[in-house]
Each structure stands twice: as C-alpha cells, then as structure tokens.
C-alpha cells in the first residue's frame, strides 16, 4: 500500500484485530509489515498463528521501524497510551480510533508536529463490513488522510469528513450497530410471542433487515419510498406502522442519537 511500509496496532482489541486481519485477507498489506501490541497473550497467539502478523506484549516494541501507527484503545485510556508511547512515535502517522477524542487533544499528549488523523470505525468492520469517518488534524497532509482512508477501506466502507462532524457520525455508525441489534432483538422475541420459535423469529428479522438494506442501495428508493410500498391500505403493515408512530419510534431514535453526540463531547473532554 503507497504511503505504509510498516504498520504498527497499538491495543489490538477486537477493532485492531479486525483492522489488521482486513489489510491481511485483502492484500493490502503482507502480514510481515504489521506488528500489533496486546497484553494478551491468547490473542498474540492467534494472530500469529492465523495470519502470520508478529506480535508484542509492549506498544513501545511494536512501534519499531512503524510509517503508520494505529491506536486502537478506549478514550479512557488514550492520555497513558499515547504518553507512554510519545518518544517512541518519531516521524509516524499516528491514527486514533478513541471515539470523542479530538485531534487537538491526541496532538497535545504527541510530539509538537505530530500528524495525526482521527477515525471512528464500528464492529462491523470484523466482517468486512465496517463504516469508517476520517478526519486529519492540523499536522496531517491530504496524502496523510488519502493513506488512512485506504487502510481502513480493507474493512468496509469509508468517508472523509471535517472533524466538526465526527461526533454525529459516531452517533449514527458508531452506536448504530447496538440500536440495529436491539431492533432485530425487539423483532424476534415479538416473533417468538406469536408463537415462532426463537430461531426462525430471528432469521426472519435479520434477513429481513439485510433485504430492506440492500434494497434502498441498489433501488436508490428513499426510505418513505419503502414504507410506503409496503403498506397497503387498511392492511396489517400500516396498522404496524401507525403503533411504532404511536409509540414515539422516532423520537425515542433521535433522543438516543443526542444522547450519544452529548457523551462523545464528554468523552473528548
């Protein structure tokens, strides 16, 4: 990959690990050019033993030789990790995946001229199927961005955004997985009320939300467009639909995705 001869993960969590199995199965990267740091040793092993990628217990060690460093832990803990590894970071790209945590922030525990970009991924990404938002700090050139958009297209999709516009994303991609899993949950266990049994009540609530995905994307149809194909006057879909109305659905939607911005402007704190 242009811009990356060595790839250092710092805290390789399911999101690093994600990251470089992604590069790995892509071709993007040889596993030979990543090095991950993790505390467990478990997941060490793993790494090595299904793709080849060296491993550390130290983040220090992994940095060695490092174009593109990737710190994939929580924004709790950013302020030691990056502390700990400042010296260590010399000329590298330093990649942020601490959900909230502001370029500003991350360039002040770094280097004076330090380039950093700052990137919320979400889980989906362990499956190929993740949504990234980049954005570079004041330091990081258009090539710097051009570098961390490639990486993390290996695992999905990706947009580049001004950093102003990270925390809505966050809402929405970030925390989206949790609100869709709770809808297939909601679904299913309705299903299993009516008399389904648990599996068949959640395939159906699963394929049907990956159907309704793939038709919006391939259709182009506004989602309204979708609803209201499928609600037939006086038929069972409005009479479902007008309940969720009834029931604040939306609402209760855009109060849970305020409450995540307001908790992402705390966590950047």
Known sequence: ????????IVGGGRMGEAIAAGLVRSGALAASAISVADPDATKRARLEAEYGIRSCAAGVEAL????????????????????DLASAIG??????????????????LLPVGTRVVRVMPNTP???????SIVSGGTEATSADVATVEALFGAVGDVVVLPENLQDACTAISGCGPAYMALFVDALARAGVRE???????ERLALRTMAGT????????QHPEQVIDAVSSPGGSTIAAVTELEAGGVRAAIASAVRAAVVRSHELGR
């Open 213 to 220: 995905v793939e038709l919006i994307e391939k259709t182009g």
């Open 91 to 108: 000329g590298a790209l330093v990649v942020s995946i601490a959900g909230g945590v502001t370029c500003a922030r991350l360039e002040s």
């Open 125 to 131: 990404a362990l499956v190929g199927a993740g949504m």
């Open 64 to 83: 060695a030789g490092a174009d593109v460093v990737i710190v994939a832990v929580k924004p709790q803990v950013i302020d030691a990790v990056l502390t």
């Open 1 to 8: 990959m242009e811009g990356v001869s060595r790839l250092a």
């Open 195 to 201: 008399g389904l049994s648990r599996d068949l009540a």
